[in-house]
């Protein structure tokens, strides 16, 4: 059930868009850390070279955009994140 397809109202789905800004080495490790938090979620995502869609239970997935937000924040790499919760969107 991906793409935000599930009828249940405690799914959600999340676009977090990644903006490094620099050349610094610990950026591509800081994007690497966020990517490895994602991959280690118990939450179905895809990524993307610029963007991941993260859907699933949203304590799990808010508790996991903050994770990542903390790390990005910590290395000042942007992170933006919209939610889709509630609604049925697909991926074009």
């Known amino acids: 059930r991906f793409w935000g397809r599930s009828e249940e109202s405690n799914k959600m789905l999340v676009e977090v868009k990644i903006s490094p800004e620099g050349k610094d080495p610990a950026i591509s490790k800081g994007i690497a850390d966020i990517r490895r938090l994602i991959e280690n979620?118990?939450?179905?995502?895809?990524?993307?070279?610029?963007?991941?869609?993260?859907?699933?239970?949203?304590?799990?997935v808010i508790s996991l955009l903050k994770r990542c937000h903390i790390q990005a924040h910590s290395l000042s790499i942007r992170l933006l994140s919209t939610s889709y919760a509630g609604r049925n969107r697909q991926a074009h």
Request: aromatic share 10%.
């Open 41 to 60: 979620s118990r939450s179905p995502f895809c990524l993307t070279p610029s963007r991941v869609w993260i859907e699933g239970d949203r304590g799990e």
